[in-house]
């Protein structure tokens, strides 16, 4: 275990280390991993969007961002909301299969895997207030809330706020600065 | 003002500082909060786009936003290379450092640090605020300056300025006390009503200045003059000095003191002052004249009033008229009250009316009673001063009536002594006058003066009684011829005033004035005789230096009765040109005991001659002028001009028969020559001396059936007087004679004063007519003595 730890932490503070001297170097240069920065994003929705009484965690019980479909994180979301907390709820990390194991769940990130049964997936949801990101390439996603898109080698925000507003989410304001709105007109 | 100001500035720096923060805080605040999605999803273009939003505040002028991780995201302005990175950051807040005011502000959403906001902002605002703040601040204060400087320039004049003078008054008025100085009155309302306040003070304090040292200088002259007047007891000087010192230092241009004599209703004036003689002659009032009083203002003064006249031209009563005309306008008149009595007034006056001030009267009033008290006093102290003057001369008359009385003890014995010493001579002078017709003329002319003179010392011894008894006057009075008294006289005293000064080498001349045909006087010789000794005594002694001696009678007709004869005196006077007498002198001169003569003197000479003239009922008259003589006159009644008949006694013829006679007497010189005068007249004289003997002799001649016819004892003798001879006889045969013999004599008959048991007194020396004139009467019945003798 111990061992185990410390190899975890000297590959963290290497990747910190690298992360650095990029930084240095690029100044303001895209992320070294892009799932890396994906999951930053994914542990920042949490801070912009409000969800409705119903749809938040019960007390005691965790908030939970959901991978739906082949996990493309690896261990970089775990790391990322490891030991954090969003309103006094420790966060954890579900991984879905399918749509139908997605339970008590706030966040949901639809891996690119899911794209062919995006439809479905979007249905099953629907009524329920779950923020949807995905970050499928190459289409438009219709009725997921948050997409990431790769562009210019950054990673931007693309939001539906017709979705948000069908699922009861408020998105705040701020969110809504950097990121690419679509379906305003609801 | 300054300091306010810089509080001010220093309260707005620090506030604005704080208000600096607080603006670059809020600002910081705000653009973190909008830079938190920027950060939390990396968007550099949104970020920039936020930092943008410094554009508005040009005080920024550099800001930075870290992710954080420190990657820097965007800077303000774009693309600025100057800035710290992430790690040299500071913790989070806002500080000044370097001219600038730099914050490191977190960047949180929903609790998480999504990364830093630095921004640097310079403080050109503060300065720029504080910049106009100063200058706003200057100018104010300029303006202020010259505000206050106008303002204070003005005041200055309005207020500083009355009261420095104000205050340069005081200091002047308190430095030199003298309150006589004013404030000048400033224009202007409030000042001048101050200054006029002050200076009404001031002219208050003058005057109770004033005031209070003419009360001062009042009490100290009242001090003075009654001290003054406490030493004086003579009213005249007591009132000269009160109207001096009134004169002097009240002051007054008249003044003058009067008595008060309600019987003649006037007043009289006793003292004027001096200095106000012109005036009083002025206003015809002179010393010792007189003002009658009349209704005017004298009557209300005499009545006890003080009386002011503060301007006399209007007061139409004569004595204010008076003092109007001469010029004086302003009187007062104060009483002189004792006991309520006024005895006196003291007027004062000057020339100013109105010039008594009701001060000035009350001081006449308060000095008119000390003086009233002290003239009362003096009048007082003059009569206990009378009153112990008749003490202490009643005591010196008593001192001298003791001393006489003494002396007159003492003379008496001398006289005794006296007495029996010239018995003697007495008997033998007037023996051998009688029986020796024989004598030659001179001889008989040398016994005659020796009888005269026996006569004398007799006369004068026995006149040494009146020194302790004055008033026995036993005085026999026959006619006397002054003019052959006074040949005696100068005969007497020749050795005195020719021989004895002669001696000297001085010479005195003697002049005689008889007048022809002088009536002769009632009087005694012998005291005349002696009288005019002394007189003529004191006169050469009155001229150590030779001089005229004058003895002078005349004749004076006096009187308005004409022609008749009681009118008549007899002067006799002794005149010399000697040293004369001075006042004192002359007033003591007949006191018994004063002498100017020194041991000299008794003091007697001129008394006993006092007590001649007196017991003559005649006059003494002493004219004497120092350096001029001294004439004493004697002034006689002139006796009447029919002369008396037979005023020579014819001389008793001695007894016929013969007597046993038996003597007894203590003096052996006295038993001889009374035996001798005794046994020339015939009679058998047997003497005894000494009392005891007398009286054994006495016995024994009766026993042996031979006894005396008559006994002549002495009085004085030691052991056995004659009284108790006498006594004895008496008892033995009670009829026989005893004759008293005494040197006491007329002492023992003036004090009727005969001792029992004794028939006839007589006075040592005895006088063979008196002797054989006692022996008739004595014996005279008696025949049958004779028988025994002749059978004896």
Not at chain 2, 732 to 749: D, H, M, N, Q
Request: proline content about 5%.
């Amino acid at each position: 275990m111990g061992l185990l730890r410390d190899t975890a932490t000297r590959r963290l503070w290497r990747r910190l280390a690298l992360l650095l001297i990029a930084a240095g170097l690029l100044g303001a240069a895209a992320p070294v991993s892009e799932y890396q920065l994906k999951a930053v994003f994914l542990f920042n929705f949490a801070q912009f969007v409000e969800w409705p009484p119903a749809a938040a965690p019960r007390e005691n019980a965790p908030f939970v961002i959901g991978v739906l479909g082949k996990d493309p994180f690896g261990a970089d979301l775990d790391d990322v909301v490891r030991g954090e907390t969003v309103n006094a709820h420790p966060l954890a990390v579900a991984r879905y299969h399918n749509v139908a194991e997605v339970r008590d769940c706030q966040i949901l990130f639809i891996a690119a895997s899911e794209l062919a049964q995006l439809e479905g997936i979007l249905a099953a949801l629907k009524g329920r207030s779950i923020l949807t990101v995905t970050d499928a390439e190459g289409l438009t996603v219709r009725g997921v809330m948050i997409g990431l898109i790769r562009q210019d080698n950054r990673i931007r925000l693309r939001i539906d706020l017709q979705a948000t507003k069908a699922s009861n989410l408020t998105i705040s304001s701020k969110l809504l600065r950097p990121a690419e709105i679509v379906g305003s007109g609801g | 003002m300054l300091i306010t100001s810089a509080a001010f500035v220093a309260y707005e720096y620090v506030t604005f500082r704080q208000l600096t923060v607080r603006n670059v805080k809020i600002l910081g605040e705000a653009i973190a909060a909008n830079s938190t999605a920027a950060l939390a999803f990396d968007n550099p273009n949104d970020a920039r786009e936020v930092l943008a939003a410094f554009k508005a505040q040009p005080h920024v002028v550099a800001a930075r936003l870290y992710l954080s991780n420190g990657q820097l995201i965007a800077s303000y302005p774009d693309g600025a290379a100057r800035g710290p990175t992430a790690q040299s950051l500071r913790a989070d807040g806002y500080r000044f450092e370097g001219g600038l005011l730099t914050g490191v502000q977190p960047v949180v959403q929903g609790g998480h640090r999504m990364g830093t906001l630095y921004l640097e902002s310079d403080l050109g605002e503060i300065y720029e605020h504080f910049q106009l703040f100063v200058a706003i601040g200057a100018s104010i204060m300029l303006v202020c300056c010259i505000a206050a400087y106008l303002i204070s320039r003005r005041l200055q004049e309005l207020i500083s300025r009355p009261i420095l003078a104000l205050a340069t008054t005081a200091q002047r008025v308190s430095e030199h006390r003298d309150y006589s100085v004013r404030a000048t009155r400033p224009q202007g309302h409030e000042f001048g009503i101050l200054t006029d306040a002050f200076n009404h003070m001031l002219t208050r304090i003058e005057g109770d200045q004033t005031k209070l040292r003419s009360q001062l200088s009042r009490l100290d002259l009242l001090h003075r003059i009654t001290r003054a007047t406490g030493e004086r007891h003579d009213l005249p000087s007591l009132f000269r000095v009160v109207l001096h010192n009134l004169g002097e230092d009240l002051p007054v241009d008249f003044g003058c003191m009067c008595l008060y004599q309600a019987s003649a209703a006037a007043l009289s004036i006793a003292v004027i002052d001096p200095r106000s003689a012109p005036l009083a002659a002025g206003l015809g009032l002179t010393e010792s004249g007189q003002v009658p009083i009349d209704q005017n203002g004298l009557a209300r003064c005499v009545a006890g009033e003080l009386v002011y006249e503060p301007d006399t031209r209007e007061v139409k009563f004569p004595f204010p008229q008076r003092f109007a005309q001469a010029g004086v306008h302003a009187l007062v008149i104060a009483p002189l009250l004792v006991e309520n009595q006024v005895f006196g007034v003291l007027v004062a006056a000057r020339r100013d009316p109105n010039s008594f001030s009701s001060a000035d009267c009350e001081f006449l009033r308060q000095l008119s009673e000390h003086v009233a008290l002290a003239a009362h006093q003096a009048q007082l102290y003059g009569e206990l001063q009378r009153a112990y003057d008749d003490l202490r001369q009643s005591q010196q008359a008593i001192m001298q009536q003791e001393r006489l009385r003494a002396l007159g003890e003492m003379a008496s014995g001398i006289a005794h002594d006296i007495n029996n010493a010239i018995s003697p001579a007495a008997l033998y002078t007037e023996s051998l006058l009688e029986r020796e017709p024989g004598l030659s003329e001179r001889a008989r002319g040398c016994l005659v003066t020796i009888q005269t003179a026996i006569e004398d010392v007799a006369e004068t011894v026995s006149r040494m009684r009146e020194f302790y008894r004055p008033r026995e006057t036993e005085m026999v009075l026959s006619r006397v011829a002054c003019n052959r008294v006074l040949e005696q006289v100068i005969n007497l005293t020749r050795a005195r005033w020719s021989d004895l000064p002669q001696q000297r080498g001085i010479v005195i001349q003697l002049r005689t004035e008889f007048a022809e045909e002088l009536p002769q006087i009632m009087g005694s010789e012998g005291e005349l005789r002696d009288a005019l000794t002394n007189l003529i005594f004191n006169a050469v002694d009155a001229m150590p230096d030779g001089g005229t001696l004058t003895l002078r009678t005349r004749l004076v007709t006096s009187g308005s009765r004409g022609g008749d004869d009681a009118a008549r005196q007899v002067h006799v006077e002794v005149a010399d040109s000697g040293i004369g007498m001075d006042e004192e002198t002359r007033r003591r001169c007949l006191e018994p005991f004063y002498t100017t003569k020194g041991e000299r003197g008794t003091g007697l000479g001129l008394a006993m001659v006092y007590g001649m003239v007196q017991r003559h009922s005649a006059d003494l008259d002493i004219d004497s002028a120092v350096g001029r003589g001294t004439t004493v006159r004697l002034i006689f009644a002139a006796a009447d001009t029919v002369t008396a008949p037979g005023a020579t006694r014819a001389p008793l013829q001695p007894l016929a028969r013969r007597l046993r006679i038996l003597l007894v007497d203590d003096d052996p010189m006295l038993i001889k020559s009374l035996r001798d005068i005794l046994e020339q007249d015939g009679h058998v004289v047997t003497a005894a001396d000494g009392g005891q003997k007398g009286i054994d002799t006495f016995a024994a001649a009766l026993a042996l059936g031979t006894p005396f016819s008559i006994v002549i004892t002495d009085l004085g003798m030691p052991y056995v007087d004659g009284r108790k001879v006498a006594a004895s006889v008496k008892a033995a045969s009670a009829l026989t004679p005893v004759i008293l013999l005494t040197g006491w004599g007329k002492r023992l008959l003036a004090e009727n004063d005969i001792p029992a048991h004794v028939d006839r007194v007589l006075s040592k020396p005895p006088r063979l007519a008196e002797l054989r004139a006692a022996l008739a009467t004595l014996a005279a019945p008696e025949d049958p003595p004779a028988a025994l003798v002749e059978s004896a």
